[in-house]
């Protein structure tokens, strides 16, 4: 019939990032899920609020919802507690005082009792990483509240009591209570089940050496299990505990977790409470069977669906999806550009010299080839279990850089990933990419406009032997640099240029330059003169366009020498150190890339007429003669200082 009403289509949602890696601590975990339960009891039960507003540097409980709350577990206090000393000692418990990142672990991750997300939706998740501000949060609440309130039908009066004694643990406000204190434990004990419950989907990892362990709680019970139950499990590794982890092992010591205790000998272990390995081990085979259950694969169903339904919704969390290039001259900054980029754009800490999970970083080389970039079967030796200990070869598939990434981007839909390719004028793109070239077409939510098949990249990625088509998802950018003093080295046709956003880097130096010490070079008269290094580039980037006719490729940018800032050195010692690295890094490229093409461009030089080698070139400029040109000269003239003339005033 046409007016028959359906069903809304199965939502496919993006994967929440397992967060294995963030150090989040989140102290006082019972009294602030006691706070974030009792606030949806006492405000109608809603999906979804904006609780919080900002107070200075510091966010606090709307007083609608504050005085809600007060109203409702009024019953639970001691009459001579006052609105105002409650509000105070709310407003400072960790749900407005703790960063988002452990806030949204705890949470999200590890209980699924809500999604905490920043109001301003430009923030990333690692807005407060840094500094005491704190922002407006907006919390979405999960079925599970529902789970909970429903598991005390008939007994609404024990859950708001044990709440409200969490809640105000630690403080110097009075509750009371018309049950018993045996009732207010019996309730607790089935909230701190139910809560384990809900805790059971949460992924852990530990480092053991140079392996990682990535486990669930059902893998600790199991070790118990096969160990015996007076064993005790390592859930610390052998380096620092981060991630969820870091947020049980608080938890588990703060007795919340009701099947494990922690051992203060040795430390960072934890062994079985207040169950037999019987109960455990039945409980622990019932989770594995729920784990299983839920894992009904839906991919091959939803994929039929037409692709922009599913786009619309995935970009509305990440919408980064581009192809961008840095390019311009040598020392320009190409590379800090990008590292700029990724850390706008989601991943505020990135580090380029640790590294993160979700960057590849590669360098293109002339023998960079399609086998390093996308992978390659290659054999692999392994033993055959029988009495012979005889070994087989088989021929697997060794992912190359663009797939172990693509398949971080699947795996970590709600985060952005990059694809960094530093260099790319270096190595012929066009054969490094191969039949993935198609892919870099993106539609206007970020995805492949077409998708390729590539059964041996969409097995490794998918995990799924009958998938086979492959394409960029919108969380995957990739970002290149090209220096164009390198143009020579591989050409890229206009097909491949137009599937990228170019973005110029000047040689001119930015605001913030502090890459500026003074340098010196000798004039026509055999003084020593010192210059700026950045009054010395401006003056040699003009001169190469302006008088010796060559194109803007030809120039430096102000990162070209990376000059060393010292508290040991005296200046004297310091300039002579400068200058060290303006023979051994400038005088080459402008001796072979703009003095030897320049006789071509224009009747100028950049060097003395009477330099004919680069080995008189060094020589001079090492023995503090003049070795530019008088032309040259006279453009340095105004923007020098004599040191002759320094030294006789000192």
């Not at 105070?88 to 991750?109: C, D, G, H, R, V």
């Not at 630690?170 to 019996?186: G, P």
């Amino acid at each position: 019939m046409s007016n028959d009403v359906y069903p809304k289509e199965i939502a496919r949602f993006n994967p929440i990032n397992a967060r294995l890696g963030i150090k989040s601590s989140f102290k006082n975990a019972k009294r602030n899920i006691g706070l974030l339960i009792l606030l949806w009891m006492a405000n109608d039960e809603l999906s979804r609020y904006s609780f919080f507003e900002s107070q200075n540097n510091t966010i606090v409980l709307k007083e609608e919802y504050l005085r809600n709350l007060f109203d409702y577990i009024t019953p639970n206090l001691n009459n001579t507690v006052s609105y105002a000393d409650f509000a105070e000692y709310i407003n400072k418990l960790e749900l407005m005082t703790s960063q988002s990142e452990p806030i949204q672990t705890a949470f999200q991750l590890v209980w699924r009792l809500a999604a905490i997300n920043f109001e301003d939706s430009t923030f990333s998740d690692g807005k407060e990483r840094t500094g005491s501000k704190r922002y407006p949060k907006i919390i979405t609440y999960t079925s599970n509240l529902d789970l909970i309130k429903n598991s005390f039908i008939g007994q609404e009066d024990l859950l708001r009591s044990v709440l409200v004694k969490w809640v105000l643990s630690k403080s110097n406000i009075l509750s009371s209570s018309s049950l018993s204190d045996d009732q207010v434990e019996q309730g607790e004990k089935k909230i701190l089940k139910i809560l384990s419950l809900l805790s059971d989907q949460t992924a852990f990892k530990i480092v053991k050496k140079d392996d990682e362990i990535v486990f669930r709680k059902s893998g600790i019970y199991q070790a118990i299990v096969e160990n015996g139950e007076a064993s005790l499990v390592n859930i610390s590794g052998d380096k620092e505990v981060k991630g969820p982890l870091r947020i049980m092992a608080a938890a588990i010591k703060n007795d919340v977790e009701p099947f494990l205790e922690d051992t203060n000998n040795p430390i960072g272990h934890v062994k079985l409470k207040d169950t037999s390995i019987k109960n455990i081990k039945n409980y622990t085979e019932r989770v594995e069977m729920n784990l299983r259950l839920l894992n009904v694969d839906l991919d091959s169903v939803l994929e039929k669906r037409k692709p922009e339904k599913s786009e619309k919704r995935q970009s509305s969390s990440i919408n980064i999806g581009k192809n961008i290039i840095y390019y311009g001259a040598p020392g320009t900054g190409k590379s800090y550009g990008l590292t700029e980029l990724i850390k706008e754009n989601g991943i505020d800490d990135y580090d380029p010299r640790s590294g993160n999970e979700f960057v590849e970083r590669i360098t293109l080389h002339p023998e960079y080839t399609y086998s390093d970039f996308v992978g390659q079967i290659m054999p692999v030796v392994r033993p055959v279990q029988n009495a012979s200990n005889e070994k087989s070869i088989t021929y697997d598939f060794q992912p190359g850089d663009f797939t172990r990434i693509l398949r971080i981007a699947f795996e970590n839909k709600d985060h952005p990933v990059f694809l960094v390719m530093e260099e790319m004028s270096r190595a012929n793109v066009a054969a490094v990419l191969g039949d993935l070239f198609q892919l870099l077409d993106r539609n206007k939510y970020g995805y492949s406009e077409y998708a390729i098949n590539n059964p041996l990249i969409a097995k490794y990625v998918f995990a799924d032997e009958h998938r086979t088509n492959i394409y960029l998802p919108s969380n995957l950018m990739i970002i290149g640099t090209v220096n164009t003093s390198d143009h020579n080295v591989y050409t890229m046709d206009t097909a491949f240029k137009r599937r990228f956003e170019w973005r110029y880097v000047s040689t001119i130096p930015r605001e913030s330059f502090t890459n500026n010490p003074e340098i010196s070079f000798v004039d026509k008269d055999g003084n020593e003169l010192q210059i700026l290094w950045a009054d010395f580039l401006e003056t040699l980037n003009s001169y190469i366009v302006n008088t010796l006719k060559l194109s803007e490729d030809k120039q430096i940018g102000p990162y070209f020498v990376k000059f060393p800032t010292s508290d040991v050195l005296s200046s004297e010692e310091l300039l002579n150190y400068n200058n060290g690295l303006i023979r051994n890094k400038l005088l080459q490229y402008l001796w072979e890339d703009v003095a030897t093409v320049s006789s071509m461009t224009s009747g100028q030089n950049l060097f003395s007429e009477t330099i004919r080698s680069f080995s008189s070139l060094y020589s001079k400029y090492e023995n503090k003669e003049t070795i530019f040109s008088n032309s040259f000269l006279n453009s340095l003239q105004f923007k020098v200082k004599d040191v002759n003339d320094n030294n006789d005033g000192a």
